[in-house]
């Protein structure tokens, strides 16, 4: 994929797909270990050990319209192509825990990408969803919080056109703002 935000899109879906009702993702940025974890969190379905194992494989999908499942291996792919890795915990009634560590000097470092239209779009979709979304670069800390919102809105939808612009702005202004060294 041309920007990780897509991945995290991707694996935030799977998230989604198995039924969790708390997601949590996570860019954290070390500009001097040049690193950057990305993290997506859930309190789903979780996966067997042998599920866990099998994700990796571009093969195994639990869909039925489709024969193969490319969301974790790419993301696995794009964080091992600069050196990183990527780890899954997950069990069964708890949910899943899917982090990336990229290195961010390499040559194959694919961009962090568009974080703000891709939070967006999951809470507008999935408004029973709480999404938390955790930006850091080095001390310096963003968090957008989906129930907070929901609080300060009330009766209006958060896929509202007008919404969902004011939450992209904010996200983007606020990330911007931690990562331009003071």
Same mark, same amino acid.
């Given at each position: ?70 969301? *974790? $291996? %790419?993301?696995? /792919? @794009? ?9 899954? =915990? +997950? ?18 470092? *694919? $961009? %962090?990408?568009? /974080? @703000? ?9 999935? =408004? +029973? ?32 056109p007008s919404i969902m612009n004011w939450m992209t702005a904010y996200i983007k202004e606020n990330s911007q703002a931690i990562t331009e060294v003071q």
């Amino acid at each position: 994929m041309r920007e990780l935000s897509l991945n995290v899109l991707d694996v935030a879906q799977n998230s989604v797909a198995a039924d969790a009702k708390n997601i949590e993702i996570e860019a954290l940025l070390d500009t001097a270990k040049k690193t950057l974890l990305l993290g997506i969190y859930d309190d789903g379905k979780g996966m067997t050990p042998e599920q866990v194992t099998a994700v990796r494989d571009p093969f195994y999908t639990t869909r039925t319209t489709r024969k193969v499942g490319l969301g *974790v $291996p %790419l993301f696995k /792919m @794009a964080a091992e192509m600069t050196g990183g890795t990527l780890e899954i =915990e +997950s069990a069964v009634g708890v949910g899943t825990k899917v982090k990336a560590l990229f290195h961010t000097d390499h040559v194959d470092f *694919v $961009p %962090l990408g568009d /974080m @703000a239209n891709t939070i967006v779009t999951l809470a507008a979709m999935n =408004e +029973s969803i709480r999404f938390l979304y955790r930006y850091r670069v080095d001390d310096r800390e963003f968090v957008f919080d989906t129930q907070q919102i929901k609080e300060i809105l009330g009766d209006v939808p958060m896929n509202d056109p007008s919404i969902m612009n004011w939450m992209t702005a904010y996200i983007k202004e606020n990330s911007q703002a931690i990562t331009e060294v003071q």
